[in-house]
């Protein structure tokens, strides 16, 4: 049996899929357009995403889905000792492209072949880095993470003629990547939160999609309420907007974002708005640890 995992399991089934997303892009969301060097800084920490040789970081909501993907099945293959980690633990097979995105039921208008292959090289060639500064009346401290999300080997093989299908015979090989050590340790010591697959490839836009991990997030361990500030959110998801009729718009949009979330995906999730933002109450966690759904995506290659 190989070490390397794939993609998609064609065994497992259930009606509704456990996946995972890690953490870092949920407190420090990617952008939405092109950037090719891109920093958000949230609560004094400082997170910069840069692209190999000046390429673009994910910014698509293709993008954040091949993330979700390849984060499930990393989960998945979390070995038991991670002071002795096999270097086939960390490849993860592909399949057939075309395959991937019907099975990941992403492979309607808009998400064709060489789009999933630039998101997929976004992914692998991403290079992320955390710091802050900490202090108290002896010492001030640097602490930071630092890690690119691929790295070594990685093969990807689609048709030449014109057309979204890459499932002819003569194609030669499998598609593969492998992770870093790096971004495999970063999720596999709790950097990672558990989503519903089929709520994220469904939701409308990447704003949507990073309020709803956002979301889902705050509430897996909310143990007392908590009031969170309009300036701290339109920061988060928006960077510093100065014009006010700008900020306006986009509190607006947010707040439609987190009650969609909520009346369609989420309605246990408890959230009252106040006159500074919004409060939090301690809700359901939206997948329960043990929950019967903990399955993974099917693909057939």
Known sequence: MSNSLSL?????????????VPRFPIFYPFPTVKASLFRRTINGITCTYSGADGENVPYTQTDRIWLEAITTQAVKQKPHDLEHINSNDTVIELGRVSAALRQAGISREGKRIEAARYSILRIHRLNVDIKGTSHNNVYRRLLGDSFRIGEGKFVLTWASRAADDDAQPELPGMNCIRLSKGFCLSIWKGGAIP???????????PRQQDVYLWLSLRLFNLQEPADIERDSLLEQFHGHVVNPARRRILWSEFKHDLYYIKSTYYNQADIKLTDTGIRLLPSPPLIEPNDRRAGHIPFIR
């Open 8 to 20: 998609f399991d064609p065994a497992e089934q259930p009606e509704t899929h456990r996946a995972f």
């Open 195 to 205: 989503v519903v697959h089929e709520h994220y490839i469904s939701l409308h836009g």
